[in-house]
T-cell receptor, first 111, second 117 residues
C-alpha cells in the first residue's frame, strides 16, 4: 500500500527555475528517500534523510524533513531539461524493512 | 558497483501464457529482493519481499499463486506471472538489498515491461 501523497502531481517549469516537490506520509519512519525515474526506466536513488535530520543537501538537491508534520520536500535548484522525470519519495519503516512509495510528481523542465 | 539487472527488459505474450522475469544482483549478494509493479503514470506498488532460501512474503491483495517468486540463490530472484491476462500488463521492477550493507539501501533494476495481448 502507498504510504502517502505527493504534490504537485505534475509540475512544469522553465530551465533555470527551481522546482519544489512535497511528500506527506502517514506512519512513523526511520528514514525517507527520494528517487528519480525517467520515463519507462528504473529508479535512481537521489538522497536519504534520516528521521533525526531536518535538512540535507546533495549538489543541486535540497531535502527537508518535518517529522511533526510527517512531510518532506525536495528542492531542485537551477533546473535543467535533463531533470525532466518523475520523482518519488519513499519511506522505510522499522519492523517492516520495506520501502513504501508515494504517488510521485512528474516534473517537466522546458528549455 | 551494486548493479541489478532484469531480464527480459520487454516481453509481449498471449493471454493465458506464463512469463518469467529474472532479477540478478551482478556484483553483490542479496539476501533480500523486492518486487514492485507500476502501472502507467502511477507509483510503484510493492508486491512481495523475497528472502533467499525461504518463501516470499506477499503484500495484501497480491495473489501468491498468480505471481510465483523464487529466490534460489543470493544473486537471483525470479517472478513468474502465471496464466497472464491483459490486466497483468505492467512495468515490473525488482530491487535488491546487499547482504553486507546498510538495510536502508535498495538497488533497483531497470524494470521489465510486460504486455499481455
Amino acid at each position: 500500500s502507498q504510504q502517502g501523497e505527493e504534490d504537485p502531481q505534475a509540475l512544469s517549469i522553465q530551465e533555470g527555475e527551481n522546482a519544489t516537490m512535497n511528500c506527506s506520509y502517514k506512519t512513523s519512519i526511520n528514514n525517507l528517500q527520494w528517487y528519480r525515474q525517467n520515463s519507462g526506466r528504473g529508479l535512481v536513488h537521489l538522497i536519504l534523510i534520516r528521521s533525526n535530520e531536518r535538512e540535507k543537501h546533495s549538489g543541486r538537491l535540497r531535502v527537508t524533513l518535518d517529522t511533526s508534520k510527517k512531510s518532506s520536500s525536495l528542492l531542485i535548484t537551477a533546473s535543467r531539461a535533463a531533470d525532466t522525470a518523475s520523482y518519488f519519495c519513499a519511506t522505510l519503516s522499522g519492523g517492516y524493512n520495506k520501502l513504501i512509495f508515494g504517488a510521485g510528481t512528474r516534473l517537466a523542465v522546458h528549455p | 558497483g551494486a548493479v541489478v539487472s532484469q531480464h527480459p527488459s520487454r516481453v509481449i505474450c498471449k493471454s493465458g501464457t506464463s512469463v518469467k522475469i529474472e532479477c540478478r544482483s551482478l556484483d553483490f549478494q542479496a539476501t533480500t529482493m523486492f518486487w514492485y509493479r507500476q502501472f502507467p503514470k502511477q507509483s510503484l506498488m510493492l508486491m512481495a519481499t523475497s528472502n533467499e532460501g525461504s518463501k516470499a512474503t506477499y503484500e495484501q491483495g497480491v495473489e501468491k499463486d498468480k505471481f510465483l517468486i523464487n529466490h534460489a540463490s543470493l544473486t537471483l530472484s525470479t517472478l513468474t506471472v502465471t496464466s497472464a491476462h491483459p490486466e497483468d500488463s505492467s512495468f515490473y521492477i525488482c530491487s535488491a538489498r546487499w547482504a553486507g550493507g546498510s538495510w536502508d539501501t535498495q538497488y533497483f533494476g531497470p524494470g521489465t515491461r510486460l504486455t499481455v495481448l
